[in-house]
Protein backbone atom coordinates (compact mmCIF):
# COMPACT_ATOMS: atom_id res chain seq x y z
CA UNK A 1 0.00 0.00 0.00
CA UNK A 2 1.60 3.40 -1.05
CA UNK A 3 1.94 5.96 1.94
CA UNK A 4 -0.85 8.71 1.52
CA UNK A 5 1.71 11.15 3.14
CA UNK A 6 3.55 13.15 0.92
CA UNK A 7 3.61 16.11 2.94
CA UNK A 8 1.43 19.23 2.93
CA UNK A 9 -0.85 20.33 0.01
CA UNK A 10 0.23 23.44 -1.22
CA UNK A 11 -3.00 26.52 -1.55
CA UNK A 12 -4.88 26.46 -4.95
CA UNK A 13 -3.96 28.47 -7.35
CA UNK A 14 -5.90 29.30 -11.15
CA UNK A 15 -4.29 31.44 -13.80
CA UNK A 16 -6.56 34.21 -14.35
CA UNK A 17 -5.69 36.89 -17.56
CA UNK A 18 -7.91 40.29 -18.08
CA UNK A 19 -8.71 41.30 -21.45
CA UNK A 20 -8.97 45.24 -22.36
CA UNK A 21 -9.94 46.93 -25.15
CA UNK A 22 -9.94 50.80 -24.55
CA UNK A 23 -6.96 52.61 -23.86
CA UNK A 24 -8.71 54.90 -21.23
CA UNK A 25 -9.49 51.54 -18.98
CA UNK A 26 -6.00 50.18 -19.59
CA UNK A 27 -4.82 53.53 -18.09
CA UNK A 28 -6.66 53.45 -14.93
CA UNK A 29 -4.91 49.57 -14.37
CA UNK A 30 -2.02 50.94 -14.95
CA UNK A 31 -1.88 54.32 -12.96
CA UNK A 32 0.96 56.83 -14.32
CA UNK A 33 4.62 56.58 -12.97
CA UNK A 34 6.08 59.82 -11.65
CA UNK A 35 8.20 62.31 -13.98
CA UNK A 36 9.31 65.85 -14.00
CA UNK A 37 6.78 68.10 -12.54
CA UNK A 38 3.96 65.54 -12.10
CA UNK A 39 3.18 63.49 -8.63
CA UNK A 40 2.31 59.49 -10.23
CA UNK A 41 -1.16 58.38 -9.75
CA UNK A 42 -1.84 55.20 -8.32
CA UNK A 43 -3.44 52.78 -10.76
CA UNK A 44 -5.77 49.63 -10.13
CA UNK A 45 -3.25 46.98 -10.22
CA UNK A 46 -1.86 49.20 -7.16
CA UNK A 47 -5.51 49.88 -5.36
CA UNK A 48 -6.04 46.27 -5.61
CA UNK A 49 -2.75 45.38 -3.40
CA UNK A 50 -3.79 48.29 -1.37
CA UNK A 51 -7.08 46.81 -0.26
CA UNK A 52 -5.02 43.41 -0.15
CA UNK A 53 -2.87 45.05 2.30
CA UNK A 54 -5.96 46.45 4.42
CA UNK A 55 -8.03 42.99 4.66
CA UNK A 56 -4.53 41.41 6.11
CA UNK A 57 -4.50 43.96 8.85
CA UNK A 58 -8.49 43.33 9.34
CA UNK A 59 -6.79 39.82 9.74
CA UNK A 60 -4.60 41.25 12.47
CA UNK A 61 -7.74 42.16 14.61
CA UNK A 62 -7.31 46.24 13.64
CA UNK A 63 -10.77 47.23 14.23
CA UNK A 64 -9.79 50.27 11.57
CA UNK A 65 -8.73 48.41 9.07
CA UNK A 66 -12.13 46.14 10.16
CA UNK A 67 -13.95 49.75 9.81
CA UNK A 68 -12.02 50.93 6.18
CA UNK A 69 -13.26 47.25 4.39
CA UNK A 70 -16.73 48.23 5.35
CA UNK A 71 -16.46 51.78 3.79
CA UNK A 72 -14.97 50.12 1.05
CA UNK A 73 -17.40 47.40 0.61
CA UNK A 74 -20.29 50.36 0.30
CA UNK A 75 -17.86 52.52 -2.01
CA UNK A 76 -17.42 49.36 -4.37
CA UNK A 77 -21.76 49.04 -4.37
CA UNK A 78 -22.00 52.28 -4.72
CA UNK A 79 -20.00 52.46 -7.52
CA UNK A 80 -21.21 49.54 -9.09
CA UNK A 81 -24.99 50.99 -9.09
CA UNK A 82 -23.20 54.16 -10.83
CA UNK A 83 -21.69 52.74 -13.62
CA UNK A 84 -25.03 50.63 -14.31
CA UNK A 85 -26.37 53.68 -14.75
CA UNK A 86 -24.64 55.05 -17.38
CA UNK A 87 -24.50 51.75 -18.78
CA UNK A 88 -28.15 51.78 -18.80
CA UNK A 89 -28.00 54.90 -20.70
CA UNK A 90 -25.21 53.45 -23.73
CA UNK A 91 -27.80 50.42 -23.48
CA UNK A 92 -30.87 52.90 -24.74
CA UNK A 93 -28.45 54.62 -27.35
CA UNK A 94 -27.61 51.32 -29.02
CA UNK A 95 -31.06 50.50 -29.31
CA UNK A 96 -32.08 53.50 -31.80
CA UNK A 97 -29.77 51.44 -34.45
CA UNK A 98 -32.57 50.85 -37.33
CA UNK A 99 -33.36 47.10 -37.14
CA UNK A 100 -32.42 47.12 -41.05
CA UNK A 101 -28.54 47.97 -39.81
CA UNK A 102 -27.09 44.90 -38.50
CA UNK A 103 -24.50 45.57 -35.77
CA UNK A 104 -21.73 43.38 -34.34
CA UNK A 105 -19.25 44.94 -30.96
CA UNK A 106 -16.80 46.98 -31.50
CA UNK A 107 -14.12 45.14 -30.03
CA UNK A 108 -10.17 45.79 -30.55
CA UNK A 109 -8.57 44.53 -32.88
CA UNK A 110 -5.40 44.38 -30.75
CA UNK A 111 -6.84 43.93 -27.30
CA UNK A 112 -4.51 44.00 -24.31
CA UNK A 113 -4.14 40.89 -22.00
CA UNK A 114 -3.03 41.18 -18.68
CA UNK A 115 -1.95 38.02 -16.56
CA UNK A 116 -3.07 38.98 -12.80
CA UNK A 117 -3.31 37.50 -9.29
CA UNK A 118 -5.90 39.06 -7.15
CA UNK A 119 -5.63 38.13 -3.58
CA UNK A 120 -8.85 39.51 -1.93
CA UNK A 121 -12.69 39.68 -2.98
CA UNK A 122 -12.11 43.28 -3.08
CA UNK A 123 -9.40 43.40 -5.49
CA UNK A 124 -12.30 41.35 -7.88
CA UNK A 125 -15.15 43.46 -7.22
CA UNK A 126 -12.87 46.76 -7.94
CA UNK A 127 -11.75 44.41 -11.16
CA UNK A 128 -15.52 44.03 -12.16
CA UNK A 129 -16.00 48.25 -11.95
CA UNK A 130 -13.14 48.50 -14.82
CA UNK A 131 -14.14 45.78 -16.95
CA UNK A 132 -17.69 47.60 -16.76
CA UNK A 133 -15.78 50.80 -17.58
CA UNK A 134 -14.62 49.36 -20.21
CA UNK A 135 -17.19 48.52 -21.57
CA UNK A 136 -18.98 51.68 -21.19
CA UNK A 137 -15.87 53.55 -22.80
CA UNK A 138 -16.26 50.65 -25.71
CA UNK A 139 -19.68 51.22 -26.58
CA UNK A 140 -20.21 54.93 -26.42
CA UNK A 141 -17.14 55.07 -28.97
CA UNK A 142 -19.48 52.93 -31.29
CA UNK A 143 -22.63 54.89 -30.75
CA UNK A 144 -20.60 58.43 -31.63
CA UNK A 145 -19.47 56.32 -35.03
CA UNK A 146 -23.08 55.67 -36.02
CA UNK A 147 -24.09 59.19 -35.18
CA UNK A 148 -26.22 57.67 -32.26
CA UNK A 149 -24.50 60.60 -29.84
CA UNK A 150 -22.18 63.89 -29.90
CA UNK A 151 -18.64 64.21 -29.18
CA UNK A 152 -19.47 66.08 -25.93
CA UNK A 153 -22.20 63.44 -25.10
CA UNK A 154 -19.61 61.01 -24.93
CA UNK A 155 -17.16 63.15 -23.22
CA UNK A 156 -19.43 63.64 -20.36
CA UNK A 157 -20.62 60.00 -19.82
CA UNK A 158 -16.61 59.22 -19.81
CA UNK A 159 -15.82 61.87 -17.33
CA UNK A 160 -18.78 60.74 -15.23
CA UNK A 161 -17.66 57.48 -14.96
CA UNK A 162 -14.08 57.92 -14.55
CA UNK A 163 -15.00 60.32 -11.25
CA UNK A 164 -16.58 57.19 -10.26
CA UNK A 165 -12.85 55.46 -9.95
CA UNK A 166 -11.44 58.60 -9.04
CA UNK A 167 -13.72 58.92 -5.79
CA UNK A 168 -12.64 55.09 -4.90
CA UNK A 169 -9.20 55.53 -5.31
CA UNK A 170 -9.32 58.57 -3.08
CA UNK A 171 -11.17 56.42 -0.05
CA UNK A 172 -8.83 53.97 -0.29
CA UNK A 173 -5.74 55.65 -0.18
CA UNK A 174 -7.09 57.66 3.00
CA UNK A 175 -6.41 54.67 5.35
CA UNK A 176 -3.21 54.64 7.52
CA UNK A 177 -1.56 51.72 8.94
CA UNK A 178 -0.84 52.17 11.96
CA UNK A 179 -0.56 48.45 13.39
CA UNK A 180 -3.19 48.66 15.97
CA UNK A 181 -5.71 45.93 17.74
CA UNK A 182 -8.67 45.75 19.78
CA UNK A 183 -6.32 45.03 22.58
CA UNK A 184 -4.61 48.34 22.07
CA UNK A 185 -7.39 50.22 22.14
CA UNK A 186 -9.23 48.05 25.33
CA UNK A 187 -5.64 49.45 26.52
CA UNK A 188 -6.26 52.88 25.42
CA UNK A 189 -2.21 52.89 24.39
CA UNK A 190 -0.11 55.40 22.46
CA UNK A 191 -0.62 53.17 19.63
CA UNK A 192 -4.61 53.40 20.31
CA UNK A 193 -4.71 57.18 21.07
CA UNK A 194 -2.31 57.49 17.50
CA UNK A 195 -4.96 55.69 15.47
CA UNK A 196 -7.53 57.51 16.86
CA UNK A 197 -5.82 60.61 16.33
CA UNK A 198 -5.15 59.73 12.51
CA UNK A 199 -8.44 57.92 11.87
CA UNK A 200 -11.17 59.31 14.11
CA UNK A 201 -12.94 57.13 16.48
CA UNK A 202 -14.90 54.05 15.64
CA UNK A 203 -18.28 52.99 15.55
CA UNK A 204 -19.40 50.74 18.94
CA UNK A 205 -20.32 47.44 16.99
CA UNK A 206 -17.50 47.61 14.90
CA UNK A 207 -14.92 47.65 17.73
CA UNK A 208 -16.81 44.90 19.19
CA UNK A 209 -16.29 42.93 15.93
CA UNK A 210 -20.13 42.73 15.52
CA UNK A 211 -20.47 44.67 12.06
CA UNK A 212 -17.78 43.71 9.55
CA UNK A 213 -17.80 43.63 5.94
CA UNK A 214 -19.05 40.60 4.12
CA UNK A 215 -15.86 39.92 2.48
CA UNK A 216 -13.80 40.65 5.84
CA UNK A 217 -11.47 37.57 6.68
CA UNK A 218 -11.71 35.63 9.73
CA UNK A 219 -9.31 37.66 12.55
CA UNK A 220 -6.95 35.08 13.50
CA UNK A 221 -4.39 36.98 15.98
CA UNK A 222 -6.70 38.30 18.21
CA UNK A 223 -5.16 39.12 21.63
CA UNK A 224 -8.53 39.61 23.04
CA UNK A 225 -10.61 36.51 23.35
CA UNK A 226 -14.48 38.53 23.62
CA UNK A 227 -14.67 41.84 24.07
CA UNK A 228 -18.36 42.30 23.39
CA UNK A 229 -20.01 43.74 26.66
CA UNK A 230 -16.88 42.47 28.83
CA UNK A 231 -16.07 44.69 31.76
CA UNK A 232 -12.87 45.24 33.86
CA UNK A 233 -12.77 42.27 36.16
CA UNK A 234 -10.33 40.79 39.07
CA UNK A 235 -9.20 38.52 36.29
CA UNK A 236 -7.88 41.38 34.38
CA UNK A 237 -10.41 40.57 31.88
CA UNK A 238 -10.83 44.07 29.90
CA UNK A 239 -13.58 44.87 27.42
CA UNK A 240 -16.41 47.53 26.85
CA UNK A 241 -18.68 49.21 28.41
CA UNK A 242 -22.09 50.28 26.83
CA UNK A 243 -21.48 53.73 25.94
CA UNK A 244 -24.25 56.20 26.71
CA UNK A 245 -25.52 57.72 23.23
CA UNK A 246 -22.76 60.92 22.34
CA UNK A 247 -19.84 58.73 23.99
CA UNK A 248 -16.76 59.18 22.28
CA UNK A 249 -16.48 55.15 21.58
CA UNK A 250 -20.01 55.09 19.48
CA UNK A 251 -18.63 58.05 17.72
CA UNK A 252 -18.32 57.41 14.14
CA UNK A 253 -16.20 58.34 11.72
CA UNK A 254 -17.12 61.78 9.94
CA UNK A 255 -18.56 61.14 6.59
CA UNK A 256 -16.50 64.25 4.68
CA UNK A 257 -13.59 61.80 4.78
CA UNK A 258 -14.97 60.00 1.59
CA UNK A 259 -14.18 61.08 -1.67
Not at 106 to 118: G, Q
Request: proline fraction near 5%; include cysteine; glycine fraction near 8%.
Amino acid sequence: MSDATQGPIGPLRSTMQLTLHTHLALRIWQGRPASEGKAPIMGLVGLVGLMGRIKNEAERDDPYADFWLIRIEEKLQRCKAELMHIRLEVDLLMSEVPRAISVQENFSIRPVNLPMFIGSQFGFLALYLLITYDDIVRRLKHAHHVALIARKGVESRIDAASHIFRSLFGLVQQYRFLGVTRADVVADNDRARQAREALGELPLDVLEGRRRAEFAPPIVHRRVGDIRGVLDGEDGAVGWREAAPGHAAVQTISDAMEG
